[in-house]
């Protein structure tokens, strides 16, 4: 995929480590160790995800145009 992936994934991951949607705001409240990990590992599923649709969308919107 390459660099621009790489950085949109990072801002992605920042964007949804800042504003902890649910279940990340879950575990960040619950203040233990194991809560500050999962909130990160939330917050790198919920980038994996975005960026990879938005990839995808853009993959096809540039094939069929």
């Given at each position: 995929?390459?660099?621009y992936t790489l950085i949109l994934l990072f801002f992605?991951?920042?964007f949804f480590d800042i504003v902890k949607i649910q279940p990340a705001k879950y575990y960040d409240n619950s203040k233990t160790?194991?809560?500050v990990m999962m909130?990160?590992?939330i917050a790198g599923i919920y980038a994996?995800?975005?960026a990879f649709?938005?990839?995808y969308i853009a993959s096809v919107i540039i094939?069929?145009?």
């Open positions: 995929y390459g660099i992605f991951f920042r160790a194991f809560g909130d990160d590992v994996g995800l975005s649709a938005l990839v094939t069929h145009t």
